[in-house]
């Protein structure tokens, strides 16, 4: 198990459900939740598109939903002329609690790199909210040994310099990209291997205690059947999970499972 860190589930919708949709998944969730609450020490989030999270906070607050609010992404900057986008500050007034930064689609598609990672993350906690920092190797460094490595210098890039308090409130997602939206999930081995891996790396950048702290989710291609095995992992503390994740009884069952 994994000692006395929260389990945290996190349905990313990525450019999925308009407004209207993420209202009706909300009381699907909120339904479920209250015929079956999660057990003690597991919670979730739910990261709906930037359009999509103020009806989703007024539905989870207006009937005491116990899930927290998510976003896909932020801004690094405080605010300005940087049309199309959106800030931190935007997000925390709507009570967001999690801003997930450096989503290997972000990284890959809209070219976000390292340094704008941490900016992001920089953001986010100068507003009191938590970052899900992501990394996580493509298929070619896996094959060619290059996946611990790869995820050293992701994390070394965004934690580096950090206070251990700071460190420790993070929460950092791997998410191998061979294994987001291709049906592949890691074997729950490279699962612990990796999450261990950024424990020990964790530790070696903030120190003993900010490891013992920080949660280290998995995420690639989660369903209800693999979410089980992967929850039960020693150094994994929760899912971050995508396309399993728009369906509100999928989800649940996901944060259910074991
Ligand atoms: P997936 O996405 O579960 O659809 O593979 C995971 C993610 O990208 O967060």
Redo the contacts with the bound molecule.
Sequence with gaps: MSGSRELLISG?WKMNLTHFEAIQYVQELAALLRAGPLRAGRALSLHPPFTALRSVQTALESDSVPVALGAQNCHESEKGAFTGEVSAEMLSKLNVSYVIVG???RRQYFAESDQLVRAKADAVLRREMTPIICVGESLEERESGEALPKVSCQLEAAIGGRSAAVVGGLVIAY?PIW????GRTATVEDAEEMAAHIRTEVERLAGEEAASFVRVQY????TPESAGDLLVCKDVDGL?????SLKAESLYEIARAR
């Excluded at 294994?179 to 291709?182: E, K, M, P, V, Y």
């Design positions: 990313n989503h290997s689609e998410e294994a987001i939206g291709s995420g690639g291609s989660v971050l999970v995508g396309g399993a």
